[in-house]
């Protein structure tokens, strides 16, 4: 996987930078610098995953976030969950078609939801 997440094409990442390293920082496994630059690895029944990422931030607002390697979907789902301030309901309880995102897949040249992504990741468990 090698994406970058972004906003809707009418409203950036609302998450803030320092809140969404709050967030991510104390996983088992996750290694966040001050740059925005992060790590993130874990054993699986599958193996070993990891992802790097790096959070882009300008004028208070996450501008996008860039994210290489392999992550299972629970991770994804929080990632793009943290991305969303909670508003009426928790981000966490909406489903990822419904978060304010887009995903841009740097491999395949195509952009698709939250909620899409994820199903490529699930075909990509299948397929290992």
């Known amino acids: 996987m090698f994406v970058r997440v972004y906003g809707t094409l009418d409203e950036p990442i609302l998450q803030t930078f320092e809140r969404f390293c709050e967030l ?4 088992p496994g996750m290694f966040v610098e001050p ?3 992060f790590v993130w690895a874990m054993h699986t029944d599958a193996g070993r995953l990891q992802l790097d990422g790096m ?7 996450i501008e996008y976030l ?13 990632l793009c969950s943290f991305l969303v301030p ?3 309901l928790p981000a966490t309880q909406l489903p990822l078609h419904e978060l304010p ?5 740097i491999q395949q040249e195509s952009w698709m939801t939250a909620g899409e ?3 490529s990741l699930v075909a990509l468990e299948g397929n290992t």
């Open 24 to 27: 991510i920082g104390p996983w």
């Open 101 to 105: 995102l887009r995903i841009h897949d």
């Open 55 to 61: 959070i882009y931030d300008q004028a208070g607002h």
């Open 66 to 78: 860039e994210l290489k390697g392999h992550c299972t979907r629970e991770l994804w789902t929080a």
């Open 86 to 88: 909670p508003r009426s």
């Open 35 to 37: 740059d925005g630059s």
């Open 117 to 119: 992504a994820l199903q």
